[in-house]
Structures are given as C-alpha cells and as structure tokens.
C-alpha cells in the first residue's frame, strides 16, 4: 500500500482528519489505463468535486496494488476546495511486465459526508511484437554503376504502437532513405524503401536488422543482389525476352537485345556478339570505305564500291553505278549482261548479288535456287523456316530437338531451356539452379511461406512442416 498524506505523523496512519463542511463526489469509479508498453508509461486522471457546503480538503491519497506499485500519483493531490469546485488527481502508470494491473484508491477527504471515496484503476503492460516481410528480399541483376529500388514491410502485430530507431545493413552498398524514427501504429505496418547500388556484378547476399522500441523481436531480412546461383524468373529475365542477364543477355533492359537478336542500324549490339551493327546497312563490312547506305552494291566483297574505278570487260559493275561495263548487252535492264554473270537476262530480278527470294529462281546468279529464304532447309537438318525452324543455320535447333540448359530456344517452342534446372517451370520466381526444390510447384520455393500440414517443404529448406 502506498499513502500520500496532507499531514505525516512518526508512524502509523496518524494523519488528522477535522470536519469540513458539505460532501465530494470523486468520478470515475473505474479507470482504465489500457494497454501500455512495458517500459513505456501513460497518464490517467480521477476528478474529485465539492458538491456543496463550505471547504473541504483532500487530506490523503491511499493506493493498495497486488502487482506493485504499477500507479503512482503525480504532482500534489491535497487542495482544498470551495463549493461547486473540482480538481483532478493524475496517477502514473508504468507497467514493468507483460502482466495486467489492477490498484485500489482511496481518497481521504475532511468532508462531513462519506470522507472516503473509493475508485480502482487497472492497465495492461504488454510487450512490443511485429512481422518483417519478405524474409529474403532479391533485388536481381543490377549493373555496375546502377541502382535497383525494393522496399521491406514491417508490420505491427501486437497491441502497443511500434517506433523504428535504427536500420543496420550488413553491407553498405544497401541504404534507405527513410526518416526515423518512423512509428507504426497498431495493426498498422510501415513500407521502408532500400535502395542497392552496385560497384560491380559480383553476386551480394548480406542481411539487414531493424531494431524497434518498445523492444521487439523481429527477424533479420536477407537481402540478395545479382545472386544468379539462387534467383530466377523475371529478377534476372527483365526484359522477359528469354535470355537472363546472369549468363548471356548483353542488355537485360531491351528486349530487341540478345543472342541471336537481328543487328538494327541503331549504335546497339543486338546479338551480344560483341559487334555493334555489323551486316547492316549502315556499317562497312567488307572494309571498301563503304556501307551499302553510301552505295557499296556489294558489302561482302570489297572489290565492288562507289569509291572504285570500273574495270571494263570483267562483266562486274565494280563502281556500283548499276551498269557492268558498258552495259550494251544487257537484255533485261538490270544493269548485268551474260558476260556480268547474269545467269537469265530476260528477267531483271536475276542478276549478280540480287536479293534472293523464295520464287523458284536464281535471283543472284550463284547456281542455287531461293538459298538463304524461309522456303529454303539451309542447314540441312530437314526444316525450313517455313516449317517451324527458328534457327535454319544451326542443325542442332529445330521443332522436335532436346532443349538444354544453353540460353538458347532448341526446340523452337518460343520458350528457353524449358524443363531444364535454368529454367523457372512452376513461375514461382527460381529454377532448379535457383533453389527451387520442386519447379512443378509454384508453392514451393526458397523463401516462400511453410504452410503446416499441406505436407510441402514450401520454403525449401529442407523440411515439410
């Protein structure tokens, strides 16, 4: 028990109690705290009125708690009051557990009616609980040079309000900017935002550890960054064009820039060949001084430009000017006769470098007949373009062939390495390669969320719960 007391005597409870005038009315009669942090504390407040008569006084404030002395008065309760006056009387709490608490008070007046007055006060001490999700956070494949945004939640699942004081990264190419503390309410969760800026393309696994008050147990969040021995899907396939940036993809930005992608007259290397723009008609190719934007009639051969002097009687319009030598016997007009090579000079799409086209003939004079078209098996593994072969250069791709873990469409199915440990089959975000333990679950994948009893080892560690 805890006294306050207007007049304290040597011992005992041997205060003076002389009769004032009129009665108090002391209101509520049940006050609660409610439910406050253990080491955090609140403050609630009884209201003593002088109903009527003369003077009264507040001589003693008495407070009898089974749990401690979790309330304590603030301040000096003993006033005296005139009729029709009030005062209120603050009390502290302060729970110092995880517990509930209840406190008797006792308000000792010198009122001439019911001098006593009587009320409880009870609070709930409870400690501070929340959730981080995810668990393991990817930011994917990230550049040298360049940054990739993420965010974390922390999410409040206790019954007292939450303050974030501190953020610690295990490694410091990972920040946020968020301003702290930062509070989160009841039931309510808080987004902070993580920011990775790679120095190189070196796989990062690192963890990040919040701390919060009041204090809280709260997991360490694992945070990955061009981690291509463990992720997969769209984190390392961007541009969702087939290829991930983790192996081959040059450029995981464009979807237009791959292996194997068409060269375009755009500064780019499209084929991740290392070459930018070759075959195209803006680059030199045969090293003559000149691109077939700046008249070379031939690219691959470097005996034909405008920047060359025709040599008259060897049938080759080697200044490009679109006439072989003089060009008196050229029948069809295209610039070639029989003695250019123009092997049909009654059909002027048939001539020497003539583009060929699948109609049947030797358009360009080389003795074979549409090569180089979609009608065409150029690689002579049984399919032309025309019949579903994706790559008519390569007899190792064509509709029926074995897909294998090589970046490259095999089986000419529109999809890479499909049913391969590369390859992320369930769309769960990992492969084989990646940790996934079943790639035919999407349920099933490292860091997803155990489900007790489906019989699944969800997160891939290992174990089914």
């Known amino acids: 028990m805890t006294i306050f007391l207007l007049a304290l005597a040597s011992c005992g409870q041997d205060y003076q109690v002389s009769e004032g005038t009129g009665a108090v009315v002391v209101s509520p009669g049940l006050v609660d705290a409610g439910a406050v942090a253990v080491g955090d504390e609140t403050s609630v407040l009884v209201s003593v009125a002088h109903a009527s008569g003369g003077t009264v006084k507040i001589l003693a404030v008495e407070t009898l708690g089974m749990e401690g002395d979790a309330f304590v008065v603030e301040g000096d309760p003993f006033v ?13 709490f302060s729970p ?58 922390l999410v409040n699942t206790g019954a007292a309000a939450l303050s974030l004081d501190a953020l610690s990264f295990g490694d ?26 790679a120095a190189d393309t070196e796989e ?6 919040l701390t919060v008050s009041p204090a809280a147990s709260l997991p360490v969040v694992t945070l990955r960054a061009n981690a291509c021995s463990k992720g997969g899907g769209s984190l390392y396939d961007v541009d969702a064009d087939g290829y991930s940036a983790c192996d081959i993809d040059c450029d995981d930005r464009l979807d237009t820039v791959y292996p194997g992608a068409p060269e375009a007259c755009d500064g780019i290397d499209q084929d991740c060949d290392g ?6 008609s803006c680059v030199d190719d045969d090293g003559d001084g000149a691109s077939e934007d700046e008249g070379d009639c031939n690219d691959n051969d470097p005996a034909r430009s405008p920047l060359l002097a025709e040599d008259y009687g060897n049938g080759i319009d080697d200044d490009c000017d679109g006439v072989a030598d003089d060009g008196s016997m050229d029948g069809d007009g295209d610039g070639y006769d029989s003695t250019a090579g123009d092997c049909d000079d009654a059909d002027a799409t048939s001539f020497p470098g003539a583009a ?43 509709p029926g062939a074995a897909e294998l873990a090589n ?18 089959d369930d769309g769960d975000g990992a492969s084989e390669r990646g940790g996934d333990c079943d790639d035919a679950d999407a349920s099933a994948y490292p860091g997803g969320v155990e489900i007790s009893g489906d019989g699944i080892d969800n997160d891939c560690d290992g174990v089914a719960e």
């Open 80 to 92: 005296s009051l005139s009729s029709g006056d009030r005062t209120d009387i603050s009390f502290k």
């Open 96 to 153: 110092s557990r995880a517990d509930y608490f209840l406190t008797q008070v006792t308000i000792v007046t010198n009122a001439q009616k019911e001098p006593e007055q009587s009320l409880t006060l009870r609070g709930q001490g409870v400690q501070g609980t929340a959730e981080l999700l995810p668990s393991i956070l990817d930011f994917g494949a990230v550049p040298a040079g360049r940054e990739a945004e993420s965010s974390v939640e």
């Open 172 to 197: 410091s190419r990972f920040t946020s900017g968020l301003s702290l503390p930062g509070e989160v309410g009841v039931g309510e969760s808080l987004s902070i935002p993580l920011v990775y800026a």
């Open 204 to 209: 990062v696994s690192t963890t990040l550890q």
């Open 275 to 280: 070459t930018i723009d070759e075959g195209t």
């Open 356 to 398: 060929e086209v699948a109609d049947g003939d030797d358009n360009d004079c080389d003795g074979a007949t549409d090569e180089g078209t979609t009608a065409v098996d150029d690689d002579g593994d049984g399919l032309s373009e025309d019949a579903g072969d994706c790559d008519d250069g390569s007899t190792d791709r064509g």
């Open 407 to 424: 970046g490259v469409d095999d089986d000419c199915d529109g999809s890479v390495d499909e049913g391969t440990a590369y390859a992320d």
